[in-house]
């Protein structure tokens, strides 16, 4: 299987410097025009192939080959329920309803190969090679009563073969397969009944099998496909225009579709109809017709057998075993398959960011993967369900999930990829920092953040697909010389879901720094309590302020000495909020020296140093809980102290009390400590 975690890219970057953000940043959801998450959720699986899928008002039908279904990702023989060749599902869940009738057949294999749900969405309509449905004898074609999940008795049709495809209007059900009589008549593969169950007009005449079935919008005409090479005589390989009362010939389709393809289904919309074409070494693809001409729109050369489409929101959704579609200028020939794509119904290039993938299904199969689309709205969600034979979901760590997933509409809740393998060099103009770029499979357009130690520095966009191996670039042009800098990058998709930060990338740049930067964490802190005179707090994970029944905050640091030929230039304390409801404060913070001594296991009210008087700095009155805060320091008070021992006291004159992580707080961030910064004299 395709590896997802080792994502590739072919990206172009623009660089961005220091000095500002890269302009653009996350957008939809998803990257338009997809609308579909690649998210698949948790769904009921069969234990054989699922063949062909409808929905009715937030329910979804499955038919096909099986015998029982079971929960979510489960192995099988795991919590199975017997289900012979059909269940109803809940949209929104994708738990089995209690809707489940057998379809059996008293020699051979019997399946179901086709579904169709009448306009009003009372009746569903279900075809295959069966002679009982529900407990009722049928022949191949039954008509059950979705409210009472019953089969009618008063719908009676025989048809000689398998039902393979199935149309339904607000009076007339039409129908295609392997027979070639209905009703005791002639008909050649394709046929129409009733909603009563007699016999209609409709007999176009195919050489071959019928597979699929749509109708015009003005409901005048029906398209054909199949295996067959003629209708009603004329040649019109795999695809045909009839009469929707007659069946005679509209158009038809000579050479149109090679010799060695068929169309398995038929897709529409309000511009055009879609074909999903299984070629045996020719044409694999998609096709486009336009419903004002019949005339071809495009053509998807992608090679690897479409066996399903489904339009949503103008985008045309496949179900194939795509292997190669270097002919689009998309992936080369690759050993493992794509078998879930998506493409805009107006141009199929390129391949719109939409790669949720399956497994070929198990050994005794066609291997084919996915054979069946259909969408169902529940509680304010869209969801795209999926049936074949797959047994797996590649794209989710090859998580069990046999014969049926769902996609929903929203929310996109799974992350990209991390950023893999950054190199940090140094360049003439500062440094060059790439990266190995991520992969999110509803989301080419990704957001890329660049930390420089720690901070960040820059916002960048670009696309990416999984078929494209390239690393992405950022230029730090304000990197400082002769100075150390540790790199990382996180993506980010449009709905926000961000990736962990990728590995550390470390650099060095030429020449003597301009500036250079250290941070000093406290080493010893404590706090005072009038109310406590005699108390130590040393040990305490919190550090207390306040002006009234005072509390007085000490903190002692160990200053480097200033590097050759720099002078410190500027200085501040940053200190964070504990999570403590009563941790924020309404009141300003004084920040003064101390230059008696202390201990942190020994300082007490009773024995506390006095602060100097003045202050070097203030700190804003510490709002939120959880939150760095930050004083600016007098640099020139603190520049005599460098390479020695310097000590603090945060007070207050307020009345509210404030509280901050301690350097004991283990496991927090945030502990106080000193920022210094030295340029060159």
Not at 141 to 170: E, G, H, P
Not at 280 to 290: E, H, S
Not at 325 to 331: L, N, R
Not at 544 to 556: D, E, I, K, P, Q
Request: proline share 6%; aromatic share 8%; charged share 10%.
């Amino acid at each position: 299987m395709r590896r997802y975690g080792a994502v590739l890219a072919a990206l172009g970057l623009a660089a961005a410097s220091l000095t500002g953000l890269a302009a653009g940043g996350p957008a939809s959801a998803l990257t338009p025009p997809v609308a579909m998450t690649a998210d698949d959720l948790p769904t009921w699986q069969t234990n054989g192939v699922v063949w062909a899928l409808a929905q009715a008002n937030g329910v979804v039908f499955a038919g096909g080959t099986f015998s029982s279904v079971r929960p979510p990702g489960a192995a099988a023989g795991t919590g199975e329920q017997q289900a012979l060749n059909f269940q109803a599902f809940d949209a929104a869940t994708g738990a089995p309803t209690s809707c489940r009738l057998s379809f059996t057949v008293g020699s051979g294999t019997a399946t179901v190969r086709a579904l169709a749900v009448s306009p009003d969405g009372r009746t569903l309509y279900v075809g295959g090679t069966f002679g009982t449905a529900g407990g009722v004898a049928a022949s191949n074609l039954a008509a059950v009563d979705i409210a009472s999940c019953t089969v009618r008795t008063d719908f009676k049709v025989a048809v000689s073969s398998q039902v393979r495809t199935l149309l339904a209007t607000d009076d007339t059900v039409y129908l295609g397969g392997g027979f070639t009589s209905v009703g005791g008549q002639a008909r050649q593969h394709f046929a129409a009944v009733s909603t009563a169950g007699a016999l209609r007009p409709f007999a176009p005449a195919a050489d071959k099998t019928g597979k699929a079935l749509l109708l015009t919008p003005d409901g005048s005409r029906v398209v054909l496909g199949g295996d067959f090479d003629t209708v009603n005589g004329a040649a019109s390989h795999a695809l045909a225009v009839v009469d929707a009362t007659t069946g005679a010939n509209v158009r038809t389709y000579p050479g149109f579709i090679g010799a060695t393809s068929t169309v398995q289904d038929l897709a529409s919309d309000a511009t055009g109809f879609y074909t999903a074409n299984e070629g045996t070494g020719g044409f694999d693809g998609r096709i486009a017709v336009n419903w004002a001409t019949l005339n071809e729109r495009w053509r998807d050369t992608c090679l690897g057998a479409t066996q399903a489409v489904q339009v949503y929101h103008g985008v045309l959704y496949s179900a194939s075993h795509a292997h190669d579609c270097s002919s689009m200028g998309q992936f080369p020939q690759m050993d493992d398959r794509q078998h879930l794509l998506a493409e805009s119904v107006g141009n199929p290039r390129p391949l719109l960011g939409w790669f949720p993938d399956t497994d070929d299904g198990p050994a005794g199969t066609e291997q084919i993967g996915p054979r069946a689309m259909t969408t169902a709205s529940a509680n304010g969600t869209d969801y795209l369900w999926v049936g074949g034979e797959f047994t797996r979901i590649a794209s989710n760590g090859n998580r069990l999930q046999q014969g049926l997933v769902r996609f929903p509409s929203t929310p996109d809740t799974r992350t990209p990829s991390v950023p893999q393998q950054p190199t940090a060099v140094t360049a003439p103009n500062g440094v060059r920092l790439t990266w190995q770029a991520s992969l999110d499979l509803d989301d080419t357009a990704l957001t890329y953040t660049v930390y420089r130690n720690g901070t960040r520095i820059a916002v960048l966009g670009a696309s990416s697909t999984f078929w494209n191996p390239g690393r992405a670039a950022f230029a730090d042009t304000t990197a400082q010389p002769g100075t150390t800098y540790s790199y990382q990058v996180t993506a980010a998709d449009a709905a926000g879901n961000t990736s962990a930060k990728s590995p550390a990338a470390t650099v060095t740049t030429s020449g003597t720094p301009a500036t250079t930067t250290v941070t000093v964490p406290a080493d010893a802190d404590s706090y005072t309590n009038a109310a406590a005179a005699s108390a130590n707090y040393g040990g305490d994970q919190q550090l207390a302020v306040r002006g009234s029944s005072a509390y007085r905050t000490y903190l002692h640091f160990t200053l480097p000495a200033a590097p050759a030929g720099m002078t410190l230039k500027s200085a501040s304390l940053s200190v964070r909020t504990s999570s403590d409801a009563l941790a924020a404060s309404a009141d300003t913070l004084s920040v003064q020296h101390v230059a008696g001594s202390w201990t942190e296991t020994g300082v007490t009210w009773a024995n506390q140093p006095a602060p100097d008087a003045g202050a070097l700095g203030t700190l804003p009155a510490p709002t939120a809980l959880q939150t760095d805060y930050t004083a600016p320091l007098t640099a020139s008070a603190l520049s005599p102290a460098l390479g020695g021992g310097y000590g603090l006291a945060l007070t207050s004159t307020g009345t509210d009390s404030a509280w901050f992580w301690s350097r004991e707080a283990a496991g927090t961030a945030g502990h106080p400590q000193l920022t210094l910064t030295f340029a060159a004299s």
